[in-house]
């Protein structure tokens, strides 16, 4: 079963890093002409769409912080109730 438990939690942090990648990648114009970048974005604004345009100053866009964050909070709440379900008595 703990197989199961830390492949979930890799593919959310494989996920996370994703989105890093997509992020930094926004900062390069003309980058989403090729397809593999196109299935990057696509596959991470699933996640990222509700939180655009929530923290806009001028041309920088901070929004992504807030996904990033609560991402991570994510990632860390399924470590706490993994840790301490493995804790409990049978």
Known sequence: MSIIYNGLYYIMYGFLGLITINILLSWFPGVYKFSIFRFLRRTTDTYMQPFHGILVFGMLDFTPII????????????IFL????????N
Do not use: D, H, M, R
Not at 70 to 78: H, N, R, S, T
Not at 82 to 89: E, G, H, I, M, T
């Open 67 to 78: 996904g990033v964050v609560l991402f991570e909070g994510i990632i860390q709440a399924y």
């Open 82 to 89: 993994v840790n301490s379900a493995w804790a409990l008595p």
